[in-house]
């Protein structure tokens, strides 16, 4: 399996999640992984200074309006264990464009992440935000059968 087959699947699952969760809001969700975030955002009348120029790669972007309020949402999609450099492009991409919601997903297992935030209880390393409200990525593995994120393995648990 490809990281790129993992895209469809998680669009999917990201789409029906913010449906549920973002009632009332329109909903649009898109495999961005071949595009800078800017002009995927650009193409759907968001402008966003901080992606301007920066090259941000989101793998899936979600998009949920309400009025005059865009709430943006990230996957980053992995086939391979996770490290510390996985997250830290994650949390780069969300402390410059502060999305709602952030996952970093994998169909393999948590990796050298799992020692670091659940054997040293360090989920302060997903901490994001704007300074007034602090929000987590949320990270863990991608079932592959089910279509969805094992909600077991998602640290912090949800």
Same mark, same amino acid.
Not at 135 to 142: D, P, S
């Given at each position: ?60 972007? !979600?998009?949920? #309006? $309400?009025?005059? *309020?865009? &709430? ?5 999609? =992995? @086939?391979?264990?996770?490290? %510390? ?43 994001? !935000?704007?300074? #007034? $409200?602090?929000? *987590?990525? &949320? ?5 592959? =059968? @089910?279509?969805?994120?094992? %909600? ?7």
């Amino acid at each position: 399996m490809l990281e790129k087959d993992l895209y469809e699947p998680m669009c999917s699952w990201l789409e029906q999640y913010l449906k549920d969760h973002y009632k009332g809001h329109e909903i649009t969700v898109i495999d961005t992984s071949l595009e800078r975030l800017d002009r995927a955002l650009e193409r759907h009348g968001i402008v966003c200074e901080q992606a301007n120029g920066v090259d941000i790669q989101i793998d899936v972007l !979600g998009i949920a #309006k $309400k009025g005059n *309020k865009t &709430k943006l949402f990230f996957i980053e999609a =992995k @086939k391979t264990k996770l490290t %510390l450099r996985d997250l830290g492009q994650l949390w780069a991409y969300c402390k410059l464009v502060d999305p709602e919601e952030a996952w970093l997903l994998t169909s393999a297992d948590l990796g050298s992440l799992r020692k670091l935030l659940i054997g040293f209880n360090r989920e302060d390393l997903l901490d994001f !935000g704007d300074g #007034k $409200k602090i929000k *987590k990525m &949320k990270v863990g593995v991608w079932d592959v =059968k @089910k279509q969805m994120p094992d %909600l077991s393995s998602i640290v912090p648990k949800i």
